[in-house]
């Protein structure tokens, strides 16, 4: 994952804030690294653990071309998946909230 750091300072909520370099890491795979991260399990497992993939949820090939190519100005997609809030923008920063809103 890339650099990243957890709030906890919210009952009964968790955010955790990473940042990427999407050369290195595709937005939609960061996406799926950093939600197993906070549900403490592994990209391959989460899907199987939560019924659930990013996929059903937001066009991976989509996020990627929008979020992770260069362009002037920042470019900002949030959504949800299941009870995780997901925010990820082109200049590399990803927050994923859990719990109430």
Do not use: C, K
Not at 3 to 32: C, F, K, L, M
Not at 46 to 62: K, N, Q, S
Not at 90 to 99: N, Q
């Amino acid at each position: 994952m890339g650099t990243s750091r957890r709030d906890n300072t919210h009952p009964g909520r968790e955010t955790v804030r990473a940042h990427y370099d999407w050369e290195a890491t595709t937005p939609s795979q960061a996406i799926v690294e950093a939600v197993a991260t906070v549900e403490e399990t592994t990209p391959v497992a989460l899907a199987r653990e939560a019924g659930t993939t990013v996929y059903e949820h937001i066009d991976p090939d989509a996020l990627d071309s929008l979020v992770g190519s260069d362009r002037t100005g920042v470019v900002e997609v949030a959504f949800d998946i299941d009870h995780h809030h997901i925010t990820i923008a082109s200049d590399g920063r990803l927050v994923i909230t859990v719990g109430d809103q």
